[in-house]
């Protein structure tokens, strides 16, 4: 678990297929759950776009 500096609690999984990196983030609060597809060799960035997806999905209103 993770604690983004204005998400609170955020879990993070990461599931790699072959040379892809499959990284989901869920917020513990919601539940709300975003993924994001990237290179397996670049974690961090593929990270780093699943948090930015997860802050956009929890600030849009459904």
Do not use: Q, W
């Amino acid at each position: 678990m993770t604690t983004g500096d204005d998400l609170g609690e955020v879990i993070v999984e990461f599931v790699r297929n072959g040379p892809y990196l499959k990284c989901s983030a869920i917020h513990v609060a919601t539940g709300r759950e975003v993924s994001a597809m990237g290179s397996a060799n670049e974690p961090k960035a593929v990270e780093r776009v699943a948090i930015a997806k997860l802050r956009r999905a929890l600030t849009r209103r459904d």
